[in-house]
């Protein structure tokens, strides 16, 4: 099993900052890229961030220059740090991982349970 677990989230003003966690754990051979994704009510899931294994990022419009995303592949942790945020930015914030496990061929998507952020205004 193969299990990634997403902490960080919580209530904050608009301007500040979090930084949220996601931590993959279980019968993993290697992971490949890891990305955070946001859901806002009523809105499709979209990506946020995204990092391969060597450390090459990518970030969607809204977050470039605000949000910073990194990892530490020898704790299989990847980091999203959230600086200047805005009420728009409220939504469920979800870690994923393409993931080689040890018990079965191929690479496969998983996702974290989901954190929530909420910016008030």
């Known amino acids: 099993q193969v299990q990634l677990v997403e902490s960080g989230g919580g209530l904050v003003q608009a301007g500040g900052s979090l930084r949220l966690s996601c931590a993959a754990s279980?019968?993993?051979?290697?992971?490949?890229?890891m990305g955070w994704y946001r859901q806002a009510p009523g809105k499709q899931r979209e990506l946020v961030a995204g990092?391969?294994?060597?450390?090459?990022?990518n970030y969607a419009d809204f977050v470039k220059g605000r949000f910073t995303i990194s990892r530490d592949n020898a704790k299989n942790t990847v980091y999203l740090q959230m600086n200047s945020l805005k009420p728009e930015d409220t939504a469920v914030y979800y870690c994923?991982?393409?993931?080689?496990?040890?018990?079965?061929?191929?690479?496969?998507?998983?996702w974290g349970q989901g954190t929530q952020v909420t910016v008030s205004s």
């Open positions: 990092i391969t294994s060597g450390g090459t990022t």
């Open positions: 279980g019968s993993i051979f290697s992971i490949n890229a």
């Open positions: 994923k991982g393409v993931i080689v496990p040890i018990v079965r061929a191929g690479k496969y998507d998983y």
